[in-house]
């Protein structure tokens, strides 16, 4: 997996994903990696390295591994790492070679919190053919349009009595 990190890392010409949208994704994965962080990791993490990516320094938090449980902060061992990368996080361990996207990773420790991500990138279109990120089931897409549509003929009719008097 380290291989496949460089290779995100570099500039080949044919990518599938497009660098405009880098910072936004890394920027909407670190808020998520922040609560990851918080809930599941306690202080039990390092924040001190971090990568240049598309011209912009990314944290790289370091941790004990969530998949194989190797390392501790106090022996100065994490081998387990958020990975900034121009299509966003990536989880990977260098013990067990585990390396998940984050929204797989999401899916695989919260599925709820996972869904909500997706959600979320879905809102900023990054999701789909182009990204990491598949769009949301459509059942979920069909509810946000419904909603959407009440909460438009909701405001439509205040609108209506208010000029009505
Ligand atoms: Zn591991």
Known sequence: MSDNIR???Q???KKWWNTKYTNLILKLDFAYITSILQN???????IT???MVCGV????PEF??????????KNKYTPACFFPTEVGYVYKCSNCNTSHHLYQFLKIRNPEVAL??????????????SYNCPEPPKNIK???YQRKEKELKERNKREYERKQG
């Open 142 to 144: 069909r509810e946000y």
């Open 116 to 129: 909500k991500y997706q959600v979320e990138r879905w809102h900023k279109n990054l999701t789909g053919r």
């Open 40 to 46: 599941y990791f306690g202080d039990n993490f390092t």
């Open 57 to 60: 320094f990314q944290p790289k």
């Open 64 to 73: 004990t591994c969530e998949f194989c449980g190797k390392g501790r902060k």
């Open 49 to 51: 390295k971090g990568e």
């Open 11 to 13: 500039a080949p010409t």
């Open 7 to 9: 290779r995100l890392q």
